[in-house]
């Protein structure tokens, strides 16, 4: 009853920038955390930035200074804004959220942690 959508993925060249969105839909009470996590091949899933709902963030240490992480709380909606991307930043990248919903079936407000998108694949090469 909860879905996370990615969208802004696809193939840049090293020095690029490319501008990832996750939105929310449902019948949403609230949203806590939200983050941006990647899987690149052959690799465990990392997380690149995080959010809190009053907006503190953090990153992981190889894309400080490079991406940045927003959230528009009306919308529902967290950013990730990637510069100066690198080939090594290629991975399929997760949108990750706490999420506390209304479900019309139960007539019931629940809290789910950690709900995952479908995710979007960024490509960086020549």
């Known amino acids: 009853q909860v879905q996370l959508v990615e969208s802004g993925g696809g193939l840049v060249q090293p020095g690029g920038s490319l501008r990832l969105s996750c939105a929310a839909s449902?019948?949403?009470?609230?949203?806590?955390?939200m983050g941006w996590y990647r899987q690149a091949p052959g690799k465990q899933r990392e997380l690149v930035a995080a959010i809190t709902s009053g907006g503190s963030t953090n990153y992981t240490d190889s894309v400080k200074g490079r991406f940045t992480i927003s959230r528009d709380n009306a919308k529902k909606t967290v950013y990730l804004q990637m510069n100066s991307l690198k080939p090594e930043d290629t991975a399929v990248y997760y949108c990750n959220a706490d999420v506390t919903y209304y479900s019309y079936s139960s007539s019931t407000y629940y809290r789910r942690d950690g709900i995952w998108g479908q995710g979007t694949q960024v490509t960086v090469s020549s």
């Open positions: 449902g019948r949403i009470l609230s949203i806590g955390a």
